[in-house]
């Protein structure tokens, strides 16, 4: 699963098609599960509890026991975009780290703190914890892809991606279309 970490310029260059990214009536790419640290499973369905997260996912547990699960960063999207660019690749998006991978604006203009998101029968809210990445995100796609996402503009376009907490339970499937509420 090895790729070659781009340069800026050649991230730079792949601005366009993410700009391009619908604003409203994306499509949910790829859920992603992690069951434990270092560990993905690509899933078809998942079931969004309002305490658990995503069912199966390894949210509640993440920090260990020093530190409580944050409710505002109960679930993790990511432009699909932006990780095919940093990534290379559709099965090295869920190394980014996140659980959703959709193909949507999540930039702050569209999709400011507070916005509601419906995706199959469940209801997401964005938060306005901020999703910046850390050293696995480095180790797997670069620093020059850390510094772009990190970027003044990166970070007006969330691409690192944004947190969301979960307002109404239900069930999500890749190719559901994801609506503004």
């Known amino acids: 699963m090895e790729a070659k970490h781009l340069t800026m310029d050649e991230l730079n260059g792949g601005l366009e098609q993410i700009r391009q990214s619908p604003a409203d009536g994306g499509l949910l790419r790829q859920i992603a599960s992690r069951p434990a640290i270092g560990e993905r499973v690509i899933l078809e369905e ?19 026991s020093k530190r409580a699960p944050n409710p505002d960063a109960q679930l993790t999207l990511m432009n699909a975009r932006v990780a095919e660019l940093v990534s290379g690749g559709q ?23 507070g916005s509601r998101l419906a995706i ?7 938060t306005a914890e901020p999703h910046t990445g850390c050293k696995k995100f480095v180790e797997r796609f670069g620093m020059d892809a850390m ?16 947190n969301t907490r979960i307002v109404q339970a239900g069930t999500i499937r890749a190719g559901d279309e994801i609506t503004k509420v």
């Open 120 to 126: 199959g029968s469940a209801i997401i809210e964005v």
């Open 91 to 113: 099965e090295r998006w869920a190394l980014a780290g996140d659980q959703l991978y959709v193909d949507l604006n999540l930039g702050l203009e569209n999709l400011p703190a």
């Open 46 to 64: 998942g079931e969004l509890d309002l305490e658990s997260g995503l069912v199966g996912d390894n949210w509640m547990t993440r920090g260990g």
């Open 147 to 162: 510094q772009f996402v990190n970027s003044e503009e990166g970070k007006q376009l969330c691409l690192r991606g944004i």
